[in-house]
């Protein structure tokens, strides 16, 4: 016989690593294959493909962000060759098999929760025409097959993704790694192997999936020790619990190279009642004692969320929590959305909090007691113009300089939404080249405009080659004079004895009558690689 495994991933750079353990698994009672596909390819493309692997039995991954699209093909699949038997698996059907069996006629077996025994139990009872509709076995830490030649085989510039533990030790209530109970860390020796065998392919980027990376310091701290150790030029991004970072460790990242570590921190709320309500207790001001000091040390890019739609979070209490994360200037604040998941406690709280939320996936939330509908809608305008603006880091200069404007960073980003709305922006895509056209119409009529011309001015030059006729440009007629003559009196420090053309060939340049690095008014010259 044979067996397809196959999902629908969200992007082309993420690869699901489950269907490398599942095949593992199986690889000894059939044949099987593997297929990456998208949620933006075309279904009867996918269809098409699906049924040249002549497979008997197909498991499709299930995902928030592809079960619409999965359940779709599973209704064509069977339509088309009645004989494939269809099987499920994964996240968005493993609290709800039976409904899902019910209402989808085509599915014969759903695998729920961990894959790695269910999947092996089904392709036997297959074999042996005993199939069963739903299989739930439990997986030992021990069981879960090494996949670094998988991954390596199949890397082609993408980013890689690895576990060394399963299950997380907080009790979230939005989560659903809620509902495992138990961590499962993987032999640290084997994990080891795996990760140099991986770090020898000297991939872009590992993205460890642990739940909570750190949440037992002394294995973190061994394992983080060992990738700097063993890279060469991989980056690595983790998600961790920011509480459990000690001095230790602090010294510890002291040590490390710039930017190498990427951390995810959830801070989904700074108020009290919000963070006990969804089981997290309240412990945001040493959260924020130790992102002050991980921002202090800067070895490490931090990336910091909150969670909009959260119980007792009113939309001015909302605003604090913005307000307090935002002023740790950490490198990223991602604005996420609610989602009701079903398998998680806040789920079973629906009534309490008269929570209403689309019915679809990804389930998000539209309202609740505490927070309008129409609140919810501004603020999805709001997270797309801090997108813009902010997570991108193309407005750096330009952000330093309106924030002290503001008497908070959500009455900035607030305003600039206010415009967008009052302008018809978010009708059509502004590109990027025109987002700061935006801002700079926006103040013009501002009095400290020179300064936040020249920084958007600035901020351009940093992101694009060439001008826009907005720019600042008191120095165009004598642009060329006063860089030859800067380049002149530079030429050894700077440019190594180059000649003028040459210079001009590898650096761009931009005259402006402020002095971002000093925060001083002055002529500064600034110069950077093309």
Not at 73 to 93: F, Q, S, Y
Not at 114 to 125: S, T, W
Not at 159 to 172: A, L, N
Not at 270 to 275: A, V
Request: aromatic share 14%; with cysteine.
């Amino acid at each position: 016989m044979k067996v397809l495994l196959t999902t629908l991933n969200s992007k082309y750079s993420h690869v699901n690593i489950a269907q490398y353990y599942l095949r593992k698994c199986i690889e000894d009672l059939c044949d099987v294959e593997i297929k990456h596909f998208t949620i933006n390819d075309n279904l009867e493309n996918i269809l098409e493909s699906i049924l040249q692997t002549n497979a008997n039995l197909v498991c499709f991954g299930c995902y928030i962000w592809n079960i619409e699209q999965t359940l779709k093909l599973c209704e064509n699949i069977k339509n088309m060759r009645k004989d494939i038997t269809i099987a499920l698996g994964g996240p968005e059907v493993s609290y709800n098999p039976n409904e899902v069996l019910k209402n989808n006629k085509v599915i014969s077996a759903i695998m729920c929760g961990e894959g790695e025994n269910a999947i092996r139990k089904l392709v036997i009872d297959y074999i042996n025409n005993s199939l069963e509709k739903i299989y739930n076995i439990p997986v030992e830490a021990s069981q879960i097959p090494h996949i670094a030649q998988d991954i390596v085989d199949n890397y082609d510039n993408r980013v890689v993704y690895f576990e060394t533990s399963r299950g997380c030790p907080y009790r979230c209530s939005y989560c659903l790694s809620c509902i495992d109970k138990n961590i499962k860390y993987f032999d640290i020796t084997k994990v080891k192997e795996d990760l140099k065998q991986i770090l020898n392919k000297n991939v872009k980027q590992i993205r460890f999936i642990d739940r909570t990376f750190n949440s037992n310091k002394k294995r973190a701290l061994n394992l983080w020790k060992f990738l700097i150790e063993n890279r060469k030029d991989t980056t690595f991004h983790f998600e961790i619990c920011v509480n459990l970072i000690d001095d230790e460790t602090l010294d510890f990242l002291k040590t490390i190279p710039k930017n190498i570590f990427q951390f995810e921190v959830g801070v989904q709320s700074t108020n009290k009642d919000t963070l006990i309500a969804i089981n997290r207790g309240y412990k945001w001001e040493k959260e924020k004692d130790i992102i002050k000091k991980l921002m202090q040390i800067g070895n490490v890019k931090l990336h910091t969320d909150l969670i909009i739609g959260l119980p007792y979070e009113t939309f001015d209490i909302f605003k604090n929590s913005f307000n307090e994360l935002f002023l740790l200037h950490t490198d990223e604040v991602q604005l996420g959305f609610l989602k009701l998941l079903k398998g998680t406690t806040i789920y079973d709280s629906i009534d309490e909090f008269e929570y209403v939320f689309t019915k679809e996936p990804p389930y998000e939330v539209l309202k609740n007691k505490f927070i309008t509908f129409e609140q919810i809608r501004f603020l999805k305008k709001f997270e797309e113009v801090f997108e813009t603006y902010y997570n991108s880091g193309f407005f750096k200069n330009t952000m330093n300089i309106l924030e002290k404007i503001y008497n908070t960073p959500f009455e900035l980003f607030e305003d600039i939404t206010n415009y967008y709305i009052k302008n018809n922006l978010f009708e059509r895509k502004v590109s990027t080249d025109e987002s700061y056209k935006v801002l700079n119409d926006m103040f013009k009529n501002n009095n400290m405009f020179s300064i936040i011309n020249q920084a958007l001015t600035y901020d351009y030059f940093l992101k694009f080659n060439g001008y826009r006729d907005w720019h600042f440009n008191k120095y165009s007629d004598k642009l060329k004079d006063i860089i030859n003559e800067f380049i002149n009196k530079n030429r050894i420090n700077l440019f190594n004895n180059m000649n003028n053309n040459d210079i001009h060939k590898q650096f761009k340049f931009l005259i402006l009558d402020y002095n971002f690095n000093k925060s001083t008014n002055e002529r500064y010259i600034y110069y950077t690689k093309k």
